[in-house]
């Protein structure tokens, strides 16, 4: 029998190979400047205020270019007419110490999504995406599964590792589990949206 998926999501995985260690000194250098930050989706730990639009270090320019370039590849992927312009339209830190960690939320009113973790502890919490499809857990309980996969999953569980690109849908609704290390875990999160052609 031919089982044919339909309707399918996705996540895309990149390991970049950045100098993490500048990175991580610029957003301890925002966080030092901004001790206070934002709440939105966060417990704890600490998230800056946007950092697209202003001036901005050489290390975070590559990783911009970096996501640009993977962007563009989703782009042509996804058969995408317009371009994604500006292309990280908003970006933020997110500094979470031991049982920090992030609510269940999605992106609204952009496109793509996605973050880059800086410094990925042991036990650091892995980041979980939901199962968008809203009746799944209403027919589907978790205890008639032997096992998951594609098909049946209500959540995808992904264990970040440093210096690794994660990008998403962003209707995709996601959560983040407490760091349980004693050593922070560091990401910068961000959004992409299409060009407005109507203007």
């Known amino acids: 029998m031919l089982l044919q998926p339909i309707f399918c999501n996705f996540l895309a ?16 250098d925002e966080m030092r400047y901004d001790p206070t930050g934002v709440v939105f989706s966060n417990y704890g730990g600490w998230q800056s205020k946007k950092i697209t639009g202003k001036e901005i270090p050489n290390c975070i320019s590559i990783l911009f270019n970096k996501i640009n370039e993977k962007l563009n590849e989703l782009k042509n992927t996804l058969s995408l007419k317009q371009e994604f312009y500006p292309v990280v339209s908003d970006a933020w830190i997110n500094i979470n110490k031991k049982n920090n960690f992030n609510y269940s939320h999605s992106h609204l009113e952009c496109t793509l999504s996605g973050a880059y973790y800086i410094n990925y502890p042991d036990n650091g919490g892995k980041i979980i995406f939901k199962n968008p499809i ?7 309980a978790p205890s008639i599964f032997e096992n ?11 264990q970040p590792e440093s210096n690794m690109l994660l990008i998403f849908p962003s209707w995709l609704e996601h959560y983040v589990e407490p760091n349980e290390s004693e050593e922070d875990r560091i990401s910068i999160a961000f959004n992409s949206c299409l060009k407005n052609t109507n203007v």
């Open 148 to 158: 998951y996969n594609i098909f049946n999953s209500p959540e995808w569980n992904i």
């Open 13 to 28: 995985i990149e390991k970049l190979n950045l100098n993490t260690e500048i990175i991580q000194e610029y957003c301890y």
């Open 134 to 140: 809203a009746q799944f857990p209403y027919v589907f």
